[in-house]
């Protein structure tokens, strides 16, 4: 069954603490992103990859950090840095990043919160 | 850069009311259009995109959408709503040239009441 996994569906993250957020997709797509969704904001840019071990900075990267070591895999850190990390996180993926290929496949979500 | 301007946030409508979505986009280039829905409780999901061609463009559902360029407009129609269509949409654009990722609108919330 194709798609893409999001991991954990809920985390929760102390003051300081550096947390990952995992995203999987078996599509064998070749780009890969991540989007913020606050309430009443729509979905913000984050990090996006074209290929491996290639990535380029959205909107709003501060406080961010990817990594694309496999095609399969774009793992996001929210790191101490981000002030405001409390949000529903969506990775998406599709065949390429160019006009024909931009059909995103999403995957179900992380929703960040801050103790 | 491209930016999407969803005007309503929460439209609420009666089943077989027609149902408008505005969104606009500046961009002064040539551009790709989307709209994608999010049922409770599901995934985002593609519901149709205009590329080029005929500016009117149907998707899934029932749904459609009316590229006008002057107007730097792309709404979503559908003729009679159904409860079922209730969500959250959300218009995007990416530029037709080179390899830029899309950008979202705030969205729009539906809901469709008995």
């Known amino acids: 069954d194709g798609g893409i996994t999001q991991s954990p569906k809920y985390l929760f993250r102390k003051e300081g603490q550096n947390v990952t957020l995992s995203c999987e997709q078996n599509?064998?797509?070749?780009?890969m992103y991540w989007y913020r969704q606050d309430p009443g904001q729509g979905l913000r840019l984050i990090y996006y990859?074209?290929?491996?071990?290639?990535?380029q900075k959205g909107d709003i990267a501060e406080g961010y950090s990817v990594s694309r070591e496999k095609k399969e895999s774009f793992p996001l850190t929210v790191t101490s840095a981000q002030k405001n990390p409390t949000a529903f996180y969506l990775c998406a993926s599709s065949k390429g990043i160019s006009a024909t290929n931009e059909k995103l496949f999403f995957g179900s979500g992380t929703q960040l919160s801050v103790l | 850069a491209q930016s999407v301007s969803q005007h309503n946030h929460h439209v609420i409508l009666s089943e077989a009311a027609s149902l408008e979505l505005g969104c606009n986009y500046s961009?002064?280039?040539?551009?790709?259009l989307f709209w994608y829905v999010q049922y409770p409780g599901q995934h985002l999901q593609l519901l149709l995109k205009y590329f080029s061609g005929d500016p009117l463009v149907k998707g899934i559902k029932g749904f459609e959408a009316e590229f006008i360029k002057s107007k730097f407009s792309f709404n979503l129609r559908k003729p009679s709503v159904q409860w079922s269509d209730t969500a959250e949409y959300f218009c995007a654009v990416n530029a037709n040239s080179g390899n830029t990722p899309l950008v979202f609108g705030k969205g729009t919330r539906l809901s469709v009441i008995a």
């Open positions: 599509l064998n797509h070749d780009a």
């Open positions: 961009y002064g280039g040539t551009v790709n």
């Open positions: 990859s074209q290929i491996v071990n290639d990535f």
